[in-house]
Structure formats: structure tokens, C-alpha cells
């Protein structure tokens, strides 16, 4: 039997899959938060309950609808990014002059409504969702057994996330968005709504998370605080990278998930904070993070 550091070839393999599968959540739900902090200057806290209402939306709009899951992938993230819309436009739009605290303090609290009606409602036990029909089983590779819809959730979310850096970084929409808030008044003055440009920009990052949470359905439970646990490491992932860096955010999502894997075949014990004394070292020795840039 091939080992690698002690480990059997299999094992690790196995881990490092698990922590590409979390690395590719950790990367979607970070770019999210990217986005609207680094175009909006938003510190999204309700960004776990927009992830756990997409998975929620796929399950209900399957069980009371029966919209499958590919509709649903496609359909949840426009319903829920449309709820971020009349969120940004009726409420994130007033504090929008205020200190950042403002918008960190009433998106956590928007977090808290979310999660504590939908346990009311549902309570706090997971639900299931089933696997896609075409994407059931798996594939032997030989080293290890690489289940398929693992496989699709890595390939979609990267597809996702490049797709989103090439729109924002290469693109005219991409520049019109930078320039809009750096500059909103001279944007103004060319003849382009700011104000619509910020308020689709809230609502596309919180469709990433919606879609990162359809993503999720199938591989883990269903409940309201789903959301809510996870969100903590994705901060950390997005104070790592850089806050508001977009390249950053999928890098570091990805490395943390293949830190945190490997951390579990050699020192369990550690897994569940390993990334938050890379987030330590990180900020003492480039406080600006890996990929933001300094002040």
C-alpha cells in the first residue's frame, strides 16, 4: 500500500478532495463578501443566511413546486440575488454614508432574524436533499473513489468564480463598477446610474451565495444555521486574502480548504482552527492580508 507521510495514498487523497470541496465553498462565499466589500464598502453579515436561504429555496422549491435541482440552480440564485436588490434598495441604501459598523451591525442582525424564524418554522434538525440523478456514483481512479457530484460542485464553483474575477477585472461593466465607487460623481456625470450599478452589484454577491447554498443542498443538511457556523471561517478566509480582493478570495478560499484537509489527516485536533492562526500569522506579519493592498 502506497503511503505518503505515514498516510495511506487513499486516505489522503480522500482529504484533500474533502478539502477542495470545502475549498471551493470557502472560495464562492468569500468572493460574495469580496465583492460587496470591496464595491460597496458593505460588511455583508447576513451573507451565512443568504447561503442558508438558497439551499432552503432549492429544498422547498423541490418538495412544494418540484423544481429540480438544475432549475433550481439557475432560478434560486436570480430569487434570492432579487431579495438582496429590495434589501440594498430599502434598507443598506440609508446607512450607505454611515461608519461601516452600521452596515456590519444591521446585516447581523438581519442574519439573526432569518436563522430564528426559520427554526421557528422548521426547527433546528437538518433535511435532506437528494443528489442529482446524473450526478450519482462515482468514478475509480485507481488511488481513490471520487464521487461525482463532488466532482461538479469543484468544476461549477470555479467556473463561477473565474468567471466573476474576468467580468470585474477585464471587462467595461467590471471598470464601470470600480469607477462608480471610487468615484460616483464623475460617473454621474457621464451619464451612468450609480446608484442601480450598487444596488445589482449587492444582489449578484448575495446570488453567490444563494448559489453556493443550492451547491451545498445535496452534500450537507439542510438546516437555518448552516449558515451561521460556516460564516466565521469565511471571514477569516476573506481577511487572509485581502478584504475586497477578488483573485484573493478564491485563492485563499481554496488554499485554506486544502489546509484545513490535510490538518485533519495529520493533526485532527487542530482542524477546526488552523485557519484562524494562518489568519494571526497573516495579519502580523501583511495586516493589509495576501492579496489587498496596503493603505
Same mark, same amino acid.
Given at each position: 500500500m502506497t503511503m505518503i507521510f505515514g498516510v495511506p495514498l487513499a486516505v489522503f487523497m480522500g482529504q484533500l478532495m474533502l478539502g477542495l470541496i470545502n475549498g471551493a465553498f470557502y472560495a464562492l462565499l468569500s468572493l460574495g463578501l469580496a465583492v460587496i466589500f470591496g464595491l460597496l464598502k458593505i460588511i455583508n453579515f447576513a451573507h451565512g443566511a443568504q447561503y442558508m436561504l438558497g439551499a432552503f429555496a432549492a429544498m422547498l422549491a423541490l418538495e412544494y413546486l418540484g423544481i429540480n435541482y438544475w432549475v433550481a440552480l439557475l432560478l434560486v440564485p436570480l430569487v434570492v440575488g432579487g431579495l438582496g436588490v429590495v434589501l440594498e434598495r430599502l434598507i443598506l441604501r440609508r446607512i450607505a454614508h454611515l461608519d461601516h459598523l452600521y452596515g456590519l451591525l444591521l446585516t447581523y442582525g438581519l442574519a439573526l432574524i432569518l436563522e430564528g424564524s426559520l427554526i421557528n418554522i422548521f426547527g433546528v434538525s437538518g433535511s435532506s436533499y437528494p443528489t442529482p440523478e446524473a450526478l450519482q456514483g462515482g468514478m475509480n481512479l485507481g488511488f481513490m473513489f471520487l464521487p461525482i457530484y463532488r466532482a461538479w460542485v469543484l468544476v461549477a464553483a470555479m467556473v463561477v468564480c473565474v468567471g466573476t474575477w474576468f467580468i470585474i477585472e477585464r471587462t467595461r461593466l467590471g471598470a464601470y463598477l470600480r469607477a462608480g465607487t471610487e468615484n460616483p460623481a464623475l460617473m454621474? @456625470? =457621464?451619464? !451612468?446610474? !450609480?446608484?442601480?450599478?450598487? *444596488?445589482? *452589484?449587492? %444582489? =449578484? %454577491? !448575495? @446570488?453567490? @451565495?444563494a448559489f453556493a447554498g443550492v451547491l451545498a443542498a445535496p452534500l450537507y443538511p439542510v438546516s437555518p444555521t448552516m449558515g451561521s457556523s460556516l460564516l466565521i471561517v469565511v471571514f477569516a478566509v476573506v481577511v487572509i486574502g485581502g478584504m475586497g480582493s477578488i483573485l484573493g478570495a478564491i485563492i485563499t478560499g481554496l488554499a485554506m480548504g486544502l489546509i484545513e484537509g490535510l490538518t485533519k489527516v495529520y493533526y485532527p485536533e487542530a482542524a477546526n482552527t488552523v485557519i484562524f492562526l494562518v489568519m494571526i500569522l497573516v495579519l502580523l506579519m501583511r495586516p493589509a492580508g495576501l492579496f489587498g493592498k496596503e493603505a
Open positions: 454621474q @456625470a =457621464f451619464g !451612468v446610474n !450609480v446608484p442601480q450599478l450598487i *444596488t445589482l *452589484t449587492y %444582489g =449578484f %454577491g !448575495v @446570488a453567490l @451565495a
